[in-house]
């Protein structure tokens, strides 16, 4: 997981910026106007104390600037390296046939690949990976089916 805290973050295109906001949302970071206010801006600032997304119209390029893409990856490339991979699996291994599932779900992103043989041979892997997110009192009571006290 990649820290934000103190960095400034430059994005391409909206999609890029609604994903930031979202994530910089889900860890606390806050703003004086609605997230969807300022999807259209193009550079955002992390501060570290209190937690807050500020836009600066000018700075004087900071050592801490990055780009949505360096932070985050390519979503193009990412794909087609885990195609090219699974690619590469299959032919070491002689597998004709190879299909991955993804789906969310409110707490993680479960999973698997399935990998079969001309000769019948058949491979399966599940995953779960979790995922932050920011609970209020009640949902942890929900989860847990009975009253929760929260003690620091």
Not at 65 to 75: P, R, S
Not at 77 to 82: F, L, Q, W
Request: charged share 30%; glycine share 8%.
């Amino acid at each position: 997981m990649v820290d934000l805290t103190g960095k400034f973050i430059t994005t391409m295109t909206n999609k890029e910026s609604e994903r930031l906001l979202r994530m910089a949302s889900a860890r606390g970071y806050r703003t004086d106007i609605g997230l969807k206010a300022l999807v259209n801006k193009r550079l955002f600032h992390f501060s570290e104390f209190p937690r807050w997304i500020s836009t600066p119209d000018f700075f004087k390029a900071p050592n801490n600037l990055y780009t949505y893409q360096e932070l985050f990856g390519e979503e193009d490339e990412e794909m087609n390296r885990i195609l090219s991979d699974s690619l590469h699996f299959c032919r070491a291994h002689g597998y004709s046939l190879f299909r991955i599932y993804v789906d969310e779900e409110t707490m993680t992103y479960k999973g698997k690949a399935i990998a079969k043989g001309d000769s019948g041979d058949r491979k399966e892997i599940g995953l779960s990976i979790g995922k932050p997110i920011k609970l209020s009192k009640a949902d942890i009571e929900l989860l847990v089916g009975c009253p929760v006290e929260i003690v620091s």
